[in-house]
């Protein structure tokens, strides 16, 4: 799906997890009265389009085309989709054209704004009521893949102080980002069936639990910063451990090897480390009731 994520990175990573591969919750606004969409239009999508487009533009104009339901509780409510239980099959195959509009504000709207505007809009529209639960669930267990402790090539330990280069940027502009293909400090870069960065264990975690569509925990017992690069066919992450599988393109997203492992195997050849199944306590997301809307 094109720009599904567009949100996501505009309203600062409503998508879900956070770096330890606990689930954020939304939370109000710090002071006065939780705002609303002034106004807001809902129309059936029937394109057949694959791209998907969601955005806050400024001046508070929100707009998402071709969306299903699905993808806007997950923003609203900061879940990985595996989070959402007991959802009926319409919310992921009917498509929707969102165009809401903000009130007047003398700030821009900050995610913790946004998120109750687009709960309280998707309980009018779509009469959705939710509640939370903690269920015992699959998780990933990230451990070191040998006995010895030895890593694999792609994590090395790094000397870059984060947090005196944090205390030096304070104040200034944001770095901009590496040229392509250089180190990655103190950051992230991540692309169809490739991860590189500059980061400790844990920060990886939500990562590798959004690829996976499960969460991953730490069992390394790893401390402090790393540099990380790894490639792996992003197809074959849904297969599960065991023998690569040839991808054979189908599915293969732009930019990604055909020909490359599995993520799991990616995992334990590059990092030196491995994805053990396991089981956890992870907070779901419960539909007790939701509605096709009245388009407009």
Known sequence: MKCAGVWVGVVASLGVLSTDGSTLRAQAPSAGAPLVFEVASIKANKSGAPQVMINMQPGGRFTATNVPLRLLIRNAYRLQDFQIVNAPGWITSERYDVVAKAPESDHPLTPNEVQPMM????????????????????????????????????????????????????????????????????????????????????????????????????????????????????????????????????????????????????????LGLKLEPSRGPIEVTVIDHVEMPEVD
Request: proline share 13%; charged share 15%.
């Open 119 to 270: 709960q309280a809009l998707l309980a009018e529209r779509f009469k959705l009521a939710v509640h939370t639960e903690t269920r015992e669930m699959p998780v990933y267990a990230l451990v070191l893949a040998r006995s010895d402790g030895k890593l694999g090539p792609k994590l090395r330990p790094s000397d870059v102080d984060c947090q005196a280069l944090i205390a030096r940027g304070r104040g200034g502009p944001p770095p901009g980002p590496p040229p392509s293909g250089g180190p990655m400090p103190c950051g992230m870069r991540i692309g169809a069936g490739s991860l590189q960065a500059n980061a400790t264990i844990a920060q990886i975690l939500g990562p590798l639990s959004q690829m996976l569509n499960r969460v991953v925990v730490d069992r390394t017992g790893l401390t402090g910063n790393y540099d990380f690069e790894m490639t792996w066919t992003p197809e074959q992450m849904a297969q599960g451990p065991g023998p690569d599988r040839p991808a054979g393109g189908a599915n293969v997203p732009p930019g990604a090897d055909p020909n490359g492992p599995s993520i799991f195997t990616a995992v334990q050849e590059q």
